[in-house]
C-alpha cells in the first residue's frame, strides 16, 4: 500500500471518510470551511504557550528544588543592575540631554548637529536592544530551520522519542522543536527559542554518540540537560533583556551562567542519571574516546587539583568546569560549586599525585616504570577509542510507516483545498446529513 506523506487513511472501523485525519475533523461542512491560512485549534489537555506564562507546568515548588540554589539570587541581581542601568541612563537623559538639546548648533556648512554625541547611541541602544534580541534570535532560529535536519518520528526517531520523553519528564506544554547541525569538530548542543516556539539544536558530532554501539544514555543525559533550559526558563525572550547586560560583566555575569547550567545539569540527571558518567566523558574526552575516561577519577580531581590559577580557570568560565562539573554529578548531596571548589571525595584509590602537588613529589621515570610492571593489565585491552561502522538503509526508505502527522489536528493546505472543493460539489444539502465522528473533547 502506498504510504506517503500526504495520503492519508482512517483506522478501520472508523466513520470518518478515507481522506480524513487519524482523528478525523467534523466533516459537516454546512457552515463552510477555516481559511486555509487558519490553524486548527489541537485538541490537548495541556494548554497551549502563553507570553507571561512558565514553559514546563511542573509545581513551583518541585521546580525551584530542582533549580540551582544561587541561580535565584544572581538573577535578582541581573535584573537590579539592568533596572539601575536604565534608571541611570534616563536620569542621565533628563538632567543632560534635553539641556544640550535646547542648545544644539547646527553647522550651515555640513548641516550636523552638535551637542548630540554617546547620549543619542546609548538612548537608541536601550530603546533598540529588545528589538535586536528579537531580531537576533528570529534569524537563527530561521537559519536552522533551512539548513539543518530535523529530528521527528521518521527521522532520528530514536532521538525524537527521547526528546518527547524529556519534555513529559520536565512538564513542558509542548514538545520543543529539535535540530541536528553540522558540527565540523565541535561537541555541543543549545536551547533557544524565538515568540512562543522553543527548540534545540545538537551538533552532529555530539549527536553521534546516541548510536547503541556507542553511548544513548549520554545522548539522553545531554538532550534532558537541554530541555532543562527551557523548563527553567533560561531562554524566555524577557529573561534574554534584563540579563544581557549582567552577561557582559566580568566575573559576575560567568557566576550567573554557571548556575544555569548546574540548573539543566539537575534536570538531565533527573531524566537519565545513569548517562551522568557517559555525558563526563565525551565532554572531556570527545566522542571516540568518551567510554576511556574513569568518571570517579575525573570528578576526584576537583578536589586535588586547587591552586590560585584553578580557580580563576573557573571563576572565568561560562560553563562549570569539567572537573567540578562531574563531582556535582557524582555528589547528589549538595548543589555544584559556583566559586570555591568541593572539598570532599568518597574513599577512591589514588592511582598518581595530584598535578596541583609540587614537581619533586611526582613519580620519576624509574617510579613510573615500577608502577606499571607491578600493576600490568590485559593485553587486549584498548584505551585510545574503537570507532565502529555500521551499513545502514538510506533514512528515505524508513521502516516507520505512517499514516498521518502527529494527532493535533493541523491538515496540511492541500488537504484543506481538496476538501473545500469537494464541499462546493457536493449536491445542496449532502453536507447536513453526513454522519458526524464521535465529539472530542475541547481545549
Not at 541611570?88 to 544640550?100: C, E, H, K, N, R
Not at 600493576?375 to 538503509?393: A, L, R, S
Amino acid at each position: 500500500m502506498n504510504n506517503q506523506p500526504g495520503d492519508h487513511h482512517a483506522p478501520e472501523g472508523a466513520s470518518a471518510p478515507s481522506e480524513g485525519l487519524t482523528r478525523p475533523l467534523p466533516n459537516d461542512v454546512s457552515q463552510g470551511w477555516m481559511p486555509e491560512d487558519t490553524r486548527q485549534r489541537p485538541l490537548t489537555p495541556l494548554p497551549g504557550p502563553k507570553l507571561f506564562r512558565f514553559q514546563s507546568l511542573l509545581p513551583f515548588k518541585f521546580a525551584n528544588a530542582i533549580r540551582h540554589p544561587g541561580e535565584l539570587p544572581w538573577l535578582i541581581s541581573a535584573y537590579g543592575v539592568t533596572l539601575f542601568a536604565y534608571i541611570g541612563v534616563g536620569i542621565y537623559f533628563l538632567t543632560s540631554f534635553i539641556p544640550d538639546l535646547m542648545a544644539i548648533e547646527v553647522d550651515e556648512t555640513t548641516g550636523t548637529a552638535s551637542n548630540i554625541g554617546l547620549m543619542v547611541q546609548l538612548t537608541l541602544l536601550a530603546v533598540y536592544l529588545p528589538l535586536l534580541l528579537f531580531l537576533v534570535r528570529a534569524f537563527m532560529y530561521a537559519q536552522i530551520r533551512v539548513n539543518a535536519v530535523r529530528i521527528s518520528p521518521t527521522q532520528f526517531p530514536e532521538a525524537y522519542q527521547m526528546i518527547v520523553e524529556a519534555a513529559r519528564a520536565a512538564g513542558l506544554r509542548r514538545v520543543p522543536d529539535a535540530y541536528v547541525m553540522l558540527g565540523n569538530g565541535q561537541i555541543n548542543a543549545f536551547a533557544s527559542g524565538h515568540g512562543h516556539r522553543r527548540f534545540i539544536v545538537i551538533y552532529s558530532d555530539l549527536f553521534e554518540i546516541g548510536g547503541a554501539p556507542r553511548n544513548p544514555n549520554a545522548l539522553r543525559f545531554i538532550i534532558g540537560h537541554e530541555v532543562g533550559h527551557i523548563a527553567a526558563g533560561h531562554v524566555s525572550y524577557f529573561r534574554l533583556i534584563f540579563t544581557s547586560l549582567f552577561m557582559q560583566l566580568p566575573l559576575v555575569g560567568s557566576i550567573l551562567s554557571r548556575a544555569q547550567e548546574y540548573t539543566a545539569d539537575n534536570y538531565g540527571y533527573r531524566f537519565c542519571p545513569q548517562g551522568a558518567p557517559e555525558v563526563t566523558g565525551v565532554l572531556a574526552a570527545g566522542k571516540y574516546l568518551m567510554n576511556e575516561v574513569n568518571f570517579d577519577e575525573y570528578a576526584n580531581r576537583a578536589v586535588y587539583e586547587g591552586g590560585f590559577f584553578t580557580w580563576i580557570a573557573n571563576l572565568n568560565a561560562s560553563h562549570p568546569v569539567g572537573t567540578w562539573r562531574a563531582h556535582a554529578l557524582r555528589d547528589r548531596s549538595e548543589p555544584g560549586r559556583l566559586i570555591w571548589r568541593p572539598k570532599n571525595n568518597p574513599p577512591y584509590p589514588l592511582s598518581m599525585i595530584p598535578a596541583a602537588e609540587p614537581a619533586e613529589t611526582w613519580a620519576d621515570p624509574l617510579q613510573a616504570t615500577d608502577y606499571m610492571a607491578t600493576y600490568p593489565e590485559n593485553p587486549n585491552n584498548q584505551h585510545f577509542g574503537i570507532v565502529q561502522v555500521e551499513q545502514k538503509v538510506p533514512a528515505r526508505h524508513r521502516d516507520r510507516r505512517v499514516a498521518d502527522m502527529l494527532e493535533t489536528q493541523w491538515a496540511p493546505p492541500h488537504i484543506r483545498e481538496e476538501r473545500m472543493r469537494a464541499a462546493q460539489n457536493a449536491p445542496q444539502g449532502q453536507g447536513q446529513g453526513q454522519t458526524q465522528p464521535q465529539s472530542q473533547p475541547e481545549d
